[in-house]
């Protein structure tokens, strides 16, 4: 892995692409060539096998990453995914935009990201128990509430942090609640910290649809992913008088031209595990959600979904990126060519981990907020975020993208020159 070969042969590898969108920012930066390169690379990484006792009597082989891109602004932070096609370069690239989507806002983190290799839903909740337990205590070297803090991602919830946290308290012999957040209400969780990420979703589309002068009353809106983050973003952007036309998860997907109900289609999927044979409504796949006739378009599920053979299909004005990297590079190039304006995922998911801060925070302190107080102090965040990055992108003549990861990266930069190179 050398951060120069990205460049050269860039891949629809998550890595490859947070490597070709840090470079395009940085060289729209005077950063000498040595910290250009320390702010390319995962400052540590850490690989685990390991073994699980399953309900049958076997032992089976788990392996499980967690990353550090980089301490420099603070402690690190970021989720942990359980999915089957978690790869170590996949955590590093989010790792990497953790990084960047903590200084885009001005939280005082560094980026990490964790991962184990399993389909959770071929296990029984004990079974992913035991997973969770050792894997949780296999990154114990690397986790604490002063160091790294991680979170919820794809395929895990605030049960699995509430193990994590369990776990990390035996070890210790004492509750530590502050070092996980996500957690349940019940032990030290913040109120809003579940609608966080697609609330914040909601924030910026409402600041965007205001700067192109689009109504969001009667947008049309289609969201691929269909989980916390885009389920969340499709009722809180009806309740604005959006019309959500499409939705999908990893079955497939639904498209109703005239508007779906969204909270009955939270039910019916609670229900039924899945979106697809909601009534009233046409099948679609994945890829065709992407296209369909809309005005917005929130990809909320996995990276990689908008790419050059399908940005030029894309009939939405604004996509908002719920989920982490789901356009690559050369996605991006088409989009802008067309005039799509994109919010970049460092900046429209962020509202996750600003409130998982505020748990953090609140847990430190023992000193707990009222919703209305978490859901004022992220919309303030988004807000102020939105318009900086806006801003940025409009003056240097950028993609909203470039100009978030020039922000993050002259913040990261600026700290590192001034704490200096140890020794
Ligand atoms: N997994 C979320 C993200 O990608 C949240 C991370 C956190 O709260 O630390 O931003």
């Not at 891949?11 to 490597?19: C, G, I, N, R, T």
């Not at 071929?122 to 969770?132: A, F, P, Y």
């Amino acid at each position: 892995m050398t951060a120069q070969a990205a460049v050269i042969t860039p891949k629809e590898d998550p890595w490859q692409m947070a490597l070709r969108q840090f470079n395009i920012a940085a060289d729209q930066l005077p950063l000498k060539r040595g910290i250009r390169e320390l702010l390319a690379y995962p400052k540590r990484e850490l690989t685990v096998n390991f073994p699980v006792k399953m309900d049958d009597g076997s032992v089976r082989i788990f392996t499980g990453y967690r990353v550090h891109h980089s301490t420099v602004l603070g402690p690190t932070k970021g989720g942990i995914r359980y999915h089957p096609d978690v790869t170590l370069n996949e955590v590093r690239a989010l790792a990497m935009w953790m990084t960047w989507k903590c200084a885009t806002v001005g939280l005082p983190y560094g980026g990490a990201k964790g991962g184990v290799v399993v389909n959770p839903k071929e296990l029984s909740r004990e079974e992913l128990e035991h997973l969770t337990r050792r894997y949780a205590t296999e990154i114990g070297i690397l986790m604490s509430p002063e160091g790294d803090i991680p979170a919820p991602d794809v395929g895990t919830n605030p049960q699995i942090m509430a193990w994590i946290m369990d776990t990390y308290s035996m070890h210790r012999g004492y509750s530590t609640p502050s070092v996980v957040t996500g957690k349940p209400l019940a032990i030290g969780g913040s109120f809003g910290r579940i609608e966080a990420t697609g609330r914040g979703v909601t924030f910026v589309t409402r600041e965007a649809t205001r700067h192109l002068g689009m109504p969001l009353a009667g947008a049309k809106v289609a969201v691929q992913g269909f989980g916390n983050v885009g389920a969340v973003a499709a009722y809180l952007l009806h309740d604005q008088g959006c019309s959500i036309v499409a939705a999908s998860d990893s079955s497939g997907g639904v498209h109703n031209p005239k508007g779906l109900d969204p909270r009955a289609l939270v039910k019916f999927k609670e229900d039924r595990g899945s979106v697809t044979g909601f009534p009233s409504a046409n099948r679609v796949t994945n890829e065709e959600l992407l296209e369909v006739s809309c005005d917005i378009l929130v990809p909320s599920a996995l990276e990689a979904q908008i790419t050059a053979s399908n940005a030029g299909k894309v009939k939405a004005r604004l996509v908002v990126e719920g989920a982490n990297g789901p356009i690559t590079p050369d996605g991006d190039e088409v989009l802008e060519a067309r005039n799509v304006l994109v919010v970049p995922d460092i900046l429209a998911n962020a509202g996750g981990v600003i409130v998982s801060y505020f748990e953090w925070v609140q847990g430190l302190q023992q000193f707990f907020w009222t919703e209305e107080e978490v859901n004022q102090n992220l919309e303030r965040i988004m807000v102020r975020s939105f318009g900086q990055v806006l801003r940025g992108s409009l003056d240097r003549k950028v993609s909203m993208r470039t100009a978030a990861l020039i922000r993050a990266i002259e913040r990261v930069a600026d700290a590192l020159m001034t704490r200096g190179i140890y020794p």
